[in-house]
């Protein structure tokens, strides 16, 4: 196989019976394989396996169908993800992943099929992004690797500047060649950060996740939204206050609270 056989990109906006060989290791994120074509939203349609016994003699490759996988060396075993197209024109557009893995590694070369269903090329509409109301422009999905930046840069700058600069790594709009590999707009950098922020939990006041601190707060908030909610029983820490002696005892006092791990002597649980 040459070089000039082979994509090092996902082909854009592909919408006839074709059929490409993609090399993988190319690829910022293999999930742009499936996320960054410009063909809107795509429905999971299934998955198939096929399995082979595979021999190499001088040179000649033979292989063999197997009924059923086969723990061997010789086993290879031969992908299909199957998608079809979300349309508002009634025309069924499929698309086809094939990948070949060994040994639980995947060859860096996947076969990529576009096809439609009766075999006719038809003009092709896309459906509109399901929360869209206002009106009927076609969705179009960013790139995984497109979002895992937006999502790594808007922890530092600003979503202004992100958008900035991921355009420009592009030469621009006159010059990107896939879109999909771009901020669709500011506001998704916006949400993207957004969701940053809620995903990290508690980061105030030192106060972080994984820490005994927030465990308890988490569990306290969990409580609080549920309708009977009696004691709280499931705290993954013991907590127990000391106090000092009663030369120390004052009007300031205040307890000491010490976090232990948590073990069967539960003293909520004994009682």
């Known amino acids: 196989m040459s070089k000039e056989q082979l994509c090092f ?36 349609d299934g998955r198939t396996y096929c399995y082979y016994e595979v021999h190499c003699l001088e040179g000649d490759i033979q292989a063999k169908y197997l009924q059923k996988k ?101 030469e621009g709009m006159a010059w990107v060649e896939n879109t999909c590999e771009v901020p669709r707009n500011r ?23 994984g820490s005994e601190v927030y465990d308890i707060i988490a569990i306290f908030n969990e409580h609080q939204r549920r309708k009977n909610k009696g004691f709280i029983r499931d705290h993954p820490h013991n907590i127990q206050a000391s106090s000092p002696g009663n030369e120390e005892c004052g009007r300031n006092w205040e307890p000491q609270v010490a976090f232990v791990p948590w073990s069967s002597t539960d003293p909520c649980k004994e009682r």
């Open 9 to 44: 990109s996902v082909p854009f906006k592909c919408r006839n019976n074709y059929t490409f060989l993609v090399d993988t290791s190319s690829l910022k994120d293999e999930k742009d394989l499936i996320s960054a074509d410009g063909n809107g939203k795509w429905l999971w």
């Open 70 to 170: 086969v723990h061997a060396i010789t086993t290879y075993t031969l992908k299909r993800t199957y998608w079809r197209a979300e349309t508002v024109s009634g025309a069924w557009f499929r698309r086809v992943v094939t990948k070949l893995e060994h040994l639980s590694l995947q060859f860096p070369v996947a076969i990529l099929q576009y096809f439609f269903e009766n075999g006719e090329e038809e003009e092709l509409k896309l459906a509109p992004h399901g929360n869209r109301k206002d009106d009927s422009q076609p969705y179009f999905r960013t790139a995984s690797s497109a979002m895992r930046d937006m999502s790594e840069r808007s922890k530092l700058q600003k979503p202004k500047k992100v958008e900035h600069d991921m355009w420009k790594e592009q």
């Open 187 to 209: 506001q998704q950098i916006y949400d993207v950060k957004r969701r940053n922020v809620a995903t990290s939990h508690c980061a105030i006041d030192g106060v972080t996740s």
